[in-house]
């Protein structure tokens, strides 16, 4: 009899050391800490082993602040160790504290379970703002004089930033909300005397981007400032030339037209020139004629 019992007992622990150490269960997807989006997110979870025949895996949610869980939905085993549920996520507002939970168990309800913390659903693409810290726009600066670019973004966070130029680009690792970066124009190659436009691209952990304002800045070989006035560098073929205006020569009388134009003036009292008044008087055409006979 107590040899029975020893056996029942022996075979007892290895059945519960079996049930805790087999079938152990992880939460692939989402892991801790990570962003999700889109309407076909794909929930996964697998098994180490599957000893006891588990078939089916359902997957809950919980928001922030809430002791509450929501189911999401239940799916059968893909294979026989792994589990996958799509979840559409478009519906739920940006939230930075979401908790998924995976259980998993067969027909006689032996049951495992994983947990993932600190997801974060953003379906929201992020936004570009530049920082107050950032270069005032038209702003003047030598080759070696330290100028920051900064962005800050909503509360969703971003992953980095990349900054683009006329002559090259630069990568900031992303902090939380925001990314700040301290350079020089020798940073970027940037040659003396010449205009330079500066534009951020900001990604988020899905993969959404967008692109900042445009800020310009000047280097020149002096000292630096900011708020001047822009000017434009054109080549020579860029600029339109001034047009250039003439007064056009009033025709010169000879002697003998003069003389002409006396006569037909004194006596026919037909005006040769269409400014003369026909109606002058004999005295005042013989003034204007000697006017005119030794005028220039």
């Given at each position: 009899m107590k040899n029975k019992l020893f056996l029942f007992a022996t075979m007892f622990l290895f059945l519960l050391?079996?049930?805790s150490s087999a079938n152990t269960v992880t939460l692939d997807l989402p892991a801790n800490d990570v962003r999700v989006s889109g309407a076909t997110y794909i929930l996964s979870a697998s098994l180490d082993t599957n000893t006891f025949n588990i078939t089916n895996a359902t997957f809950?949610?919980?928001?922030?602040?809430?002791?509450?869980?929501t189911l999401i939905g239940s799916t059968l085993n893909d294979s026989v160790t792994q589990f996958n549920l799509t979840w559409d996520t478009t519906s739920f507002t940006d939230d930075a504290n979401f908790t998924i939970n995976a259980t998993l168990s067969n027909e006689t309800k032996v049951t495992t379970t994983d947990t993932s913390t600190n997801i974060g659903i953003n379906n929201t693409s992020p936004t570009a703002s530049f920082g107050s810290d950032t270069f005032a726009n038209a702003s003047r600066f030598s080759v070696d004089n330290q100028f920051i670019i900064s962005i800050t973004t909503d509360s969703n966070g971003i992953d980095n930033c990349t900054v683009y130029s006329t002559t090259t680009t630069k990568s900031i690792t992303a902090s939380a909300n925001s990314c700040s970066a301290t350079y020089t124009p020798?940073?970027?190659?940037?040659?003396?005397?010449?205009?330079?436009?500066?534009t951020v691209e900001v990604f988020d952990g899905n993969g959404d981007v967008i692109n900042s304002s445009t800020r310009w800045l000047t280097v020149?070989?002096?000292?630096?400032?900011?708020?001047?006035?822009y000017v434009n560098t054109f080549t020579e073929s860029q600029v339109e030339p001034t047009p250039i205006t003439t007064t056009p020569e009033t025709p010169k009388i000879s002697f003998g037209e003069k003389i002409k134009n006396?006569?037909?003036?004194?006596?026919?009292?037909?005006?040769?020139?269409?400014?003369?008044?026909?109606?002058?008087?004999?005295?005042?055409?013989?003034?204007?004629?000697?006017s005119n006979l030794f005028g220039k």
């Open positions: 050391t079996l049930v809950y949610y919980q928001t922030s602040g809430s002791s509450t869980w020798n940073d970027f190659s940037f040659a003396n005397d010449q205009n330079y436009n500066i020149t070989g002096g000292s630096s400032g900011s708020g001047v006035s006396f006569w037909n003036n004194l006596f026919k009292g037909k005006p040769k020139s269409p400014t003369e008044n026909p109606k002058t008087p004999f005295e005042e055409k013989v003034k204007n004629f000697f």
